[in-house]
């Protein structure tokens, strides 16, 4: 089955509409919105607390290791669902593939586990 150009239309289409429906939000709510200049406004916000210090003071890499853990970890669902989705067109070739997909993540989660990443405390 050959893809014409014209198949595209509709994917462009959606791109422009999102695009003018996008900027034209902005720009209206820029028009009607409230225009009250203050110095407060223009302060940092930081969870309700006034800023205090140095906005770069290094903070523990745990933090981060946890966070790109998380991420890494939540997106395999992301690649499991079409599997899901197509689990009797897949046949036993797909649960073999998912499978060696889910093999290695197990494999990442035990290396992450016997590194200690996840102990907050040493």
Sequence with gaps: MA???IDFVPIILHIVFCTVIIFALV???GLIGPKHKASRKAE???CGLDPIGDARTPFHLRYFLIAILFVLFDIEVLFMYPWAV???VLGWVGFGKIA???LLLIVGY???I???A???EK
Excluded: A, P
């Design 3 to 5: 893809s014409n150009q």
């Design 27 to 29: 720009f209206v709510s």
């Design 44 to 46: 940092n916000f930081e």
């Design 86 to 88: 197509n689990f009797k």
């Design 100 to 102: 060696v997909f889910i």
């Design 110 to 112: 035990l290396y992450i």
């Design 114 to 116: 016997k590194r200690k």
């Design 118 to 120: 996840l102990e907050w």
